[in-house]
T-cell receptor
Framework: TQLLEQSPQFLSIQEGENLTVYCNSS?????LQWYRQEPGEGPVLLVT???GGEVKKLKRLTFQFGDARKDSSLHITAAQPGDTGLYLC???????????WGAGTKLIIKP | DVKVTQSSRYLVKRTGEKVFLECVQD?????MFWYRQDPGLGLRLIYF???????EKGDIPEGYSVSREKKERFSLILESASTNQTSMYLC???????????FGQGTRLTVV
């Protein structure tokens, strides 16, 4: 069974602080996607990382794919209340083109 | 603006009722998916389809069926709703090798 573990499950911090969310597996993925979901809405794709060691930046968000393509991290600099939401990672399995989903990190940024 | 549209945002149904959840996408995507989302459990795949009239079971298909008669439409059917099917249901579509998913707004179903 392929698993994708996200940590922490829940994070509540003050505006302006930095944070990192992790996504780990024992499986190798051909690519990894990060989504953000706001309450009552569907997830929205933020980024896809494809190459081992790849780093992508989206304004204050930095995404990294591990060298072995088994893990990924999302770092937010100077968090803002608008960053509040559920962050989901999803790894693509080469053999059957299925997405394996993490359980999510619920992030609350307090003003 | 590309879109995946689910027919209802909120539904309340009685135990034993047959329930239809509809999903339409306007992106000409081959792949469509139905997930349910429960707190702490993440997204669990119910059924998916890679082509018209084609369907594959996901991780939790029991109690559900699907229909894909047209490329843009993928329907989820609860044959006889039960209280343990109370959940948020999400439809998604994707295309290409990266399988990047576009989601609908979700349907929050309550079975009483």
């Amino acid at each position: 069974t392929q698993l994708l573990e996200q940590s922490p499950q829940f994070l509540s911090i003050q505006e302006g602080e930095n944070l990192t969310v992790y996504c780990n597996s024992s499986s190798v993925f051909s690519s990894l996607q990060w989504y953000r979901q706001e309450p009552g809405e569907g997830p929205v794709l933020l980024v896809t990382v494809v190459t081992g060691g790849e780093v992508k930046k989206l304004k204050r968000l930095t995404f990294q794919f591990g060298d072995a393509r088994k893990d990924s991290s999302l770092h937010i600099t100077a968090a803002q209340p608008g960053d509040t939401g559920l962050y989901l990672c999803a790894g693509l399995v080469d053999s059957n083109y299925q997405l394996i989903w993490g359980a999510g990190t619920k992030l609350i940024i307090k003003p | 603006d590309v879109k995946v549209t689910q027919s209802s945002r909120y539904l309340v149904k009685r135990t034993g009722e047959k329930v239809f959840l509809e999903c339409v996408q306007d992106m000409d995507h081959e792949n469509m998916f139905w997930y349910r989302q429960d707190p702490g459990l993440g997204l669990r795949l119910i059924y998916f389809s890679y082509d018209v009239k084609m369907k594959e079971k996901g991780d939790i298909p029991e109690g559900y069926s699907v229909s894909r008669e047209k490329k843009e439409r993928f329907s989820l059917i609860l044959e006889s709703a039960s209280t343990n099917q109370t959940s948020m249901y999400l439809c998604a579509s994707s295309k290409g090798q990266l399988r990047e998913a576009f989601f609908g707004q979700g349907t929050r179903l309550t079975v009483v």
